[in-house]
């Protein structure tokens, strides 16, 4: 039986179109959600008319990009054991939606649509899917209890409840344990999760797997790329930062910190936003400062490090860009979160970041394994940054635990990907 926060979402939530068509005129956000989901269902269901049957359809659910890049290398390895697997994947934002919507390995991509009983249904009832996997969080009842309804088998995989998340507070908890009861299996990224998921929740299948984008990164770093390979050379004997993700509040931190060290430091910047106001703000930043700087697309041999900051002004080069890094900053932790520290980390270099990381896990652990420091000021920042480079043996240790981290936690893909085989109807005969 439904708790009361269950039960009043169930009685409330056939009111959201009526809400959303009041407020949508005088709210751009809301106007857009409404906007890129009119027409959503037919447009899903000519996609999937033109897909032959599949033997096995795979759906998976990710509020964004970020928690989609934890499936894709599950994704994969399922693609490679279960001939006939059809993948449709679904996301809540418009950046997951934009940034993955040609996904070649899924025959539609598409917005979840607001969450109402009559949608949730029709949604089911048109994917027919077999199986479906949730990314981390985003837990929509309407549409959880349409997908048990339906028979399908549910995997939450990622799972992770930070202690400052809203699932443990009274008024929620039940209101969480009602959807979480509604898996099959939980996959968790640590002990200390699977253990709420068991002890605050109650839930039976929990398992401990990981986070599978440890072996996605892990997999991306070992294979070659021409971009970074041509980099290479440029930087050739220098110790080098790249500050990757960099918002305007680290980039604030970043560049004055660095300024006294530019002679033994060579730095890279990677901003989370590349497009051209944001790369003319930095620009004229660095030039105020009297910092020479060339960007990515209009790099050539001329590029003198020594003198000269990089700013990587197009998406795609970061993941590669850490092969040529000494030393990483991650950005996002002066806002909402620090971005994915995971990507330098692989590669075996210290990685420093802001004091907001408490939404990822990882980045906690990697702090406790002693690979990564938390930076809250611009002097904290260059007393790390002299100390790594005055002392060259320590920064060693500390990119070792780095990589020993991330090496730590392979094999996530296998263990979800193992259970997940055996849920399929082709094979569980």
């Known amino acids: 039986m439904a708790g009361p926060a269950l039960t009043a979402y169930r009685m409330l939530s056939p009111l959201l179109p009526g809400v959303l068509r009041l407020l949508?005129?005088?709210?751009?956000?809301?106007?857009?959600?409404?906007?890129?989901?009119?027409?959503?269902?037919?447009?899903?269901?000519?996609?999937?008319?033109?897909?032959?049957?599949?033997?096995?359809?795979?759906?998976?659910?990710?509020?964004s990009v970020g928690e989609f890049?934890?499936?894709?290398?599950?994704?994969?390895?399922?693609?490679?054991?279960?001939?006939?697997?059809?993948?449709?994947?679904?996301?809540?934002?418009?950046?997951g939606y934009e940034a993955r919507k040609n996904f070649a390995d899924a025959s539609a991509?598409?917005?979840?649509?607001?969450?109402?009983?009559?949608?949730?249904?029709?949604?089911?009832?048109?994917?027919?899917?077999?199986?479906?996997?949730?990314?981390?969080?985003?837990?929509?009842?309407?549409?959880?209890?349409?997908?048990?309804?339906?028979?399908?088998?549910?995997i939450l995989a990622a799972a992770a409840l930070p202690d400052a998340s809203p699932y443990f507070k009274p008024l929620l908890r039940g209101f969480y344990r009602d959807l979480f009861g509604l898996f099959d299996?939980?996959?968790?990224?640590?002990?200390?999760?699977?253990?709420?998921?068991?002890?605050?929740?109650?839930?039976?299948?929990?398992?401990q797997a990981g986070d599978p984008r440890f072996d996605q990164v892990y997999e991306r770093q070992r294979k070659s790329d021409d971009r970074a390979a041509k980099l290479k050379p440029l930087f050739q004997g220098r110790t080098v930062l790249v500050g990757g993700s960099t918002w305007e509040p680290d980039e604030n931190l970043l560049i004055p910190a660095w300024l006294p060290l530019r002679e033994q430091l060579s730095l890279v910047l990677v901003p989370h936003k590349v497009d051209r106001p944001n790369i003319e703000r930095i620009?004229?930043?660095?030039a105020e400062k009297g910092?020479?700087?060339?960007?990515?697309?209009?790099l050539d041999s001329s590029f003198d490090p020594s003198r000269q900051v990089l700013v990587v002004d197009q998406i795609g080069y970061l993941a590669e860009l850490y092969t040529i890094a000494s030393i990483a900053w991650v950005g996002g932790a002066f806002g909402v979160n620090v971005h994915n520290t995971i990507e330098p980390a692989v590669h075996g270099i210290p990685v420093l970041f802001g004091p907001r990381y408490g939404k990822s896990p990882e980045a906690f652990d990697l702090i406790e394994a002693g690979g990564a420091t938390v930076i809250e000021t611009e002097t904290g920042l260059h007393q790390a940054i002299a100390r790594f480079i005055d002392n060259p043996e320590e920064m060693r240790q500390a990119g070792s635990k780095a990589g020993a981290f991330v090496q730590s936690r392979l094999g996530a893909t296998r263990t979800i990907s193992d259970a997940m085989e055996v849920m399929c109807p082709k094979h569980s005969r």
């Open 69 to 95: 890049e934890q499936a894709r290398p599950v994704i994969a390895e399922l693609k490679q054991r279960i001939s006939g697997l059809d993948v449709v994947v679904s996301f809540l934002s418009d950046s």
């Open 24 to 63: 949508a005129p005088r709210n751009r956000s809301l106007s857009k959600f409404a906007e890129v989901r009119r027409n959503l269902f037919e447009e899903l269901e000519r996609k999937l008319d033109s897909c032959p049957k599949p033997a096995c359809r795979l759906w998976v659910h990710a509020s």
């Open 185 to 207: 299996t939980i996959f968790t990224v640590g002990t200390k999760d699977r253990n709420a998921f068991v002890d605050t929740f109650g839930c039976r299948n929990v398992v």
């Open 291 to 298: 910092i020479e700087a060339v960007t990515i697309s209009t």
């Open 283 to 286: 620009l004229s930043n660095l």
């Open 109 to 154: 991509v598409f917005y979840l649509p607001l969450d109402t009983p009559a949608n949730a249904r029709r949604l089911t009832g048109l994917l027919k899917a077999d199986l479906f996997m949730l990314m981390r969080y985003d837990f929509w009842p309407n549409h959880l209890e349409a997908v048990r309804a339906s028979g399908t088998k549910m």
